[in-house]
């Protein structure tokens, strides 16, 4: 069974205060691992996809990061528009290779001006 | 326009009424799934379909049933409301393939009394 564990869960910063999001997991043969994005009271929104360890993206602040057994979202000088909380995802062939993605609950970030 | 919409956006029903939660897509996707998200919880699978043929069980499909009208439209009923039911609930699509990230819709909020 596939399983994702973040942590923290919750997580205050000032702004301009660097830190990781950390994102564990347990799949056999990942196919992707995904970082969303969600804003109070709406539908997750897609950050990034990394599909083998070693890969690393950036979007601004943002920059994902996967080895063999968690990803790490780093945020740099966060901003107070960077407060949401963000989610991650495991992707592997699951029961009968059906392929559905596991979410793990989420880190909410709230970043102070 | 939005690519994945769900109607209605919030609903107050009462307990053993029956409730049909719309999603509707223009992102010409095959694969629809239907989530619910309780706090501390994360996202949890109620019901997922591949095609307008292909329905299947999520995690937590007791008390719901859903219909895939077409590729574009997905609906997900509570055929007999109860408390333990209010939440957010999320439809999202996703290409077809074993890597694909998936698009979220606005979100439904209900509320069983």
């Known amino acids: 069974e596939d399983q994702v564990t973040q942590s923290p869960e919750a997580l205050r910063l000032q702004e301009g205060e660097s830190s990781s999001l950390n994102c564990s997991y347990t799949?056999?043969?990942?196919?992707?691992l995904f970082w969303y994005r969600q804003d109070p009271g709406k539908g997750p929104e897609f950050l990034f996809t990394l599909y083998s360890a070693g890969e690393e993206k950036e979007k601004e602040r943002l920059k994902a990061t996967l080895t063999k057994k968690e990803s790490f979202l780093h945020i740099t000088a966060p901003k107070p528009e960077d407060s949401a909380t963000y989610l991650c995802a495991v992707q592997g062939p699951g029961t009968g290779g059906s392929y559905i993605p596991t979410f793990g609950r989420g880190t909410s970030l709230i970043v102070h001006p | 326009d939005a690519d994945v919409t769900q109607t209605p956006r919030n609903r107050i029903t009462k307990t053993g009424k029956r409730i049909m939660l719309e999603c509707s897509q223009t992102?010409?996707?095959?694969?629809m799934y239907w989530y619910r998200q309780d706090p501390g919880l994360g996202l949890r699978l109620i019901y997922y379909?591949?095609?307008?043929?292909?329905?299947n069980k999520g995690e937590i499909s007791d008390g719901y049933s859903v219909s895939r009208q077409a590729q574009a439209k997905f609906s997900l009923s509570l055929e007999s409301a109860i408390p333990n039911q209010t939440a957010l609930y999320f439809c999202a699509t996703s290409e077809q393939g074993s890597y694909n990230e998936q698009f979220f819709g606005p979100g439904t909020r209900l509320t069983v009394l």
């Open positions: 379909s591949f095609d307008v043929k292909d329905i």
């Open positions: 992102k010409g996707h095959d694969r």
């Open positions: 799949v056999s043969g990942l196919r992707g």
